[in-house]
């Protein structure tokens, strides 16, 4: 079956999960560069079936737009190009680096672990966008 596979996407860094093959559960996959992204998705694709792409979609509590709200529209835009076959989302992506941490916290890392491992708070935040992702459907 295919999987749905979530980005969390950043300025320097971009967190990846993606669910099991029943679509039931969101792993943290990767955080790689976000420069990297593009060719990642495209290798990533090839390998596995890939259905649907969830992009966080970053605004302020007011609702409006952030500062990284273009590049996301931007990637979104880019994505529909490169993949016409897969569904491309948005999903609010408000307070999921501040509930990956708590989640973090919550399984037992440690405040060193987190600090030097800042790339797993970013493919936990894309694991939380995916989850939210999933209930709505």
């Known amino acids: 079956m295919p999987r749905i596979l979530a980005i ?3 300025t320097k860094r971009t967190g990846l999960a ?3 093959s029943l679509k039931m559960l969101a792993n943290p996959l ?3 560069p976000t420069a990297t ?3 990642y998705l495209k290798s990533y694709c090839i390998k596995e079936d890939v259905d649907t792409l969830v992009l966080g979609y970053p605004i302020r509590l007011n609702g409006a737009d ?3 709200t273009p590049k996301v529209m931007a990637m979104k835009g880019q994505l529909e190009k490169l993949f016409p076959d897969k569904k491309i989302e948005l999903i609010d992506e408000r307070f999921t680096s501040k509930m ?3 989640s973090m916290i919550a399984m037992g890392s440690k405040k060193k672990d987190r600090k030097e491992k800042a790339g797993n ?3 936990v935040s894309a694991a939380i966008i995916l989850q939210s992702y999933l209930e709505r459907q």
Do not use: F, P, R, Y
């Open 8 to 10: 969390d996407l950043g």
């Open 18 to 20: 993606v669910t099991d």
């Open 30 to 32: 990767e955080t790689i």
């Open 37 to 39: 992204l593009i060719s």
């Open 66 to 68: 952030n500062e990284m």
């Open 100 to 102: 990956a941490m708590q």
């Open 121 to 123: 708070l970013d493919k």
